[in-house]
């Protein structure tokens, strides 16, 4: 089968890096080969930060593959087994105690800009392209997660008129939503992500895998539930190499040296 999702690293920093030579439409076979090298990366004890990207100059993802929903359009399993897949696939991004940013280049489009909605954050490239979830203009909802993290993300209200309307955004109008966090030139934008990536996997990663879990878990709570859950995720770190390393370079004024422990 041919690879469409490659592995690599730069030290501290891990990618995820999707490439059909085309459009990096994905079907269920590239959703198979995105869970292996989320997997990589997550299994990686040297990987701390995550960059998914695209290896095509011209955009991000067209989102899923249409030719496959057609084939598949007899068999309902088939094409909900895709969704499942992809369903399980993301959140493993998540879920994870590691940081995962989003380089999004050019287009992205449906499932592509759902793939860039399960990573924790989104840095941009300035331009003329168009992201957005159009699935609506297909007869479908954005069923790669689309309709749970884009509210969530940017408010109920925005959500729902972009995927009602199937409208597509500038990058700085998605900006302006919330959908992207960062914009930068083109010609800076690796430059600029992998440099924010290193400056965070510099960082206790203990402690940014339970920051992560509590925002993230505490989103779903009442406030003194979270409060609690907040309580919780301090009772390791309180005991952690790094929380006392951490404390102790602050009192002697030196640089902390962290071990993820």
């Known amino acids: 089968m041919e690879k469409r999702v490659h592995f690599d690293k730069d030290g501290s920093v891990g990618f995820i890096i999707l490439d059909d030579g085309k459009v990096n439409s994905y079907d269920i076979d590239t959703m198979k080969q995105l869970n292996t090298v989320i997997d990589q990366n997550i299994n990686d004890e040297d990987v701390k930060v995550v960059i998914m990207k695209s290896g095509s100059s011209k955009l991000f993802s067209a989102g899923a593959n249409i030719k496959k929903f057609i084939e598949n359009l007899d068999d309902l399993e088939a094409n909900l087994d895709m969704i499942n897949y992809a369903h399980k696939t993301l959140s493993k991004m998540a879920n994870s105690g590691k940081i995962f940013v989003a380089m999004i280049n050019g287009g992205a489009f449906g499932g592509g800009l759902e793939m860039t909605l399960a990573c924790d954050f989104r840095f941009a490239a300035e331009g003329e392209y168009r992201m957005g979830l159009p699935e609506v203009t297909l007869g479908l909802l954005p069923g790669n997660g689309g309709t749970v993290r884009l509210p969530r993300l940017i408010g109920c209200q ?21 959908i992207v966090d960062k ?19 510099s960082q206790a990663s203990m402690a940014i895998a339970h920051i992560k879990s509590s925002v993230y878990q505490g989103l779903n709570m009442s406030l003194n539930d979270a409060l609690s859950n907040e309580r919780e995720h301090m009772r390791p770190l309180f005991g952690s190499h790094d929380a006392k390393e951490g404390l102790t370079a602050f009192v002697e004024k030196r640089r902390a040296d962290f071990k993820g422990e």
């Open 158 to 178: 925005k959500a729902l008129d972009m995927m009602v309307t199937g409208r597509v955004v500038d990058p700085q109008t998605a900006l302006e939503y919330g």
């Open 183 to 201: 914009l930068f030139p083109i010609e800076n934008l690796e430059e600029e992500t992998v440099k924010w990536a290193k400056r965070v996997s």
